[in-house]
C-alpha cells in the first residue's frame, strides 16, 4: 500500500503486506532484518494482516502493524495474548496496532469512537464532528476507523488523532472526498488531482483506497491518501464493498 501526504508536508511510505513474518525476503533486502526479527515473537497471525514500513528520506523508522482487518476472526478485534506477544498492554478493544521496530516505549493503536471517549480526549467534539461530517456526506462508509499513541504504560497520548475514513470503493466516493478535502482541509490540490486519472475507469478491482485525517491540538491537520497496489487485497473482505 501506497501512502502519500496530500497537504504541504512531503511525506511517502510504502506498506508491504506478508502472510506471516519471517523468510518473506531475500537477505540482501531492507525488508529481511525487520522481518526476521519479528519472527522470532511465537504467535499464530495466520487470522491477522501483517506489514512492514521501511525508513525512508521522509520517515526515519522503520514500522511493523498488525490488524484484525484481513481474513476470518469473528471477533473483530486483535486477541488478548496478540497484544501481550507483543509487548501492548491494553484492555481496550484494539483494532490494529502499529510498532517501531526495534520496540520503542510508545505505539500507536486502532479502536472505536466509544474508546476514544472513555480517554476523555480533547479531540473528542472534533472527531465526532468530523465523522458525521464524512457520513452525511459520501455514499456509504465501510469503517472510520481512530488511532492514537500509547505510552508503555498503555495510557492514551492526547496529543493528535488519526480518523481513518474507508468509504464504499466506487469513483463517486472518491469525487466526494476529493472535493470535501480541498474544502475543509488544508489539501493541495495538485497533490491529490494525481489520483483523478486513477478513477477515470476505476473499479473495485483493481485497488483499495481510503484516507485519513490527523488532528492536532496546535497546528494544521496533516491529510493522507493510501492505495493498494498492485491490486485490491481486501475484496473477499466479508465486510467490504
Avoid at 142 to 147: D, F, Q, R, T, V
Avoid at 162 to 178: A, G, L, M, T, V
Avoid at 218 to 228: A, G, L, M, N, S
Wanted: charged letters at 25%; one cysteine or more; a positive charge.
Amino acid at each position: 500500500m501506497f501512502e502519500r501526504e496530500i497537504t504541504k508536508g512531503d511525506h511517502r511510505s510504502y506498506h508491504v503486506c506478508v502472510d506471516k513474518f519471517g523468510n518473506n525476503f531475500d537477505p540482501s533486502s531492507k525488508f529481511h532484518r525487520i522481518d526476521q526479527g519479528l519472527s522470532d515473537i511465537k504467535v499464530d497471525l495466520s487470522n491477522y494482516e501483517c506489514n512492514i514500513t521501511l525508513e525512508n528520506h521522509t520517515s526515519p523508522n522503520n514500522y511493523f502493524h498488525v490488524s484484525y482487518l484481513a481474513k476470518n476472526l469473528k471477533v473483530p478485534y486483535v486477541e488478548r495474548h496478540i497484544l501481550k506477544a507483543f509487548d501492548i498492554d491494553l484492555y481496550i478493544p484494539v483494532l490494529y496496532f502499529t510498532r517501531q521496530f526495534p520496540f520503542t516505549k510508545n505505539y500507536k493503536v486502532g479502536f472505536g469512537y466509544k474508546i476514544l471517549k472513555t480517554f476523555k480526549s480533547k479531540f473528542y467534539d472534533r472527531v465526532i464532528k468530523t465523522m458525521i461530517k464524512f457520513d452525511n456526506y459520501l455514499n456509504g462508509l465501510n469503517s472510520i476507523i481512530l488511532a492514537g499513541d500509547f505510552d508503555q504504560n498503555g495510557k492514551f497520548i492526547d496529543e493528535s488523532i488519526n480518523i481513518e475514513i474507508i468509504p464504499y470503493q466506487n469513483k463517486d466516493n472518491y469525487y466526494k472526498i476529493r472535493k470535501l478535502l480541498l474544502q475543509d482541509y488544508p489539501v493541495i490540490e495538485n497533490k491529490i488531482e494525481k489520483y483523478d486519472k486513477m478513477f477515470t475507469d476505476y473499479t473495485i478491482k483493481k485497488f483499495c483506497w481510503h484516507t485519513k485525517i490527523k488532528l492536532f491540538d496546535d497546528r494544521e491537520p496533516v491529510v493522507k491518501f493510501y492505495r493498494t497496489y498492485p491490486h485490491n487485497p481486501f475484496i473477499k473482505y466479508y465486510n467490504y464493498q
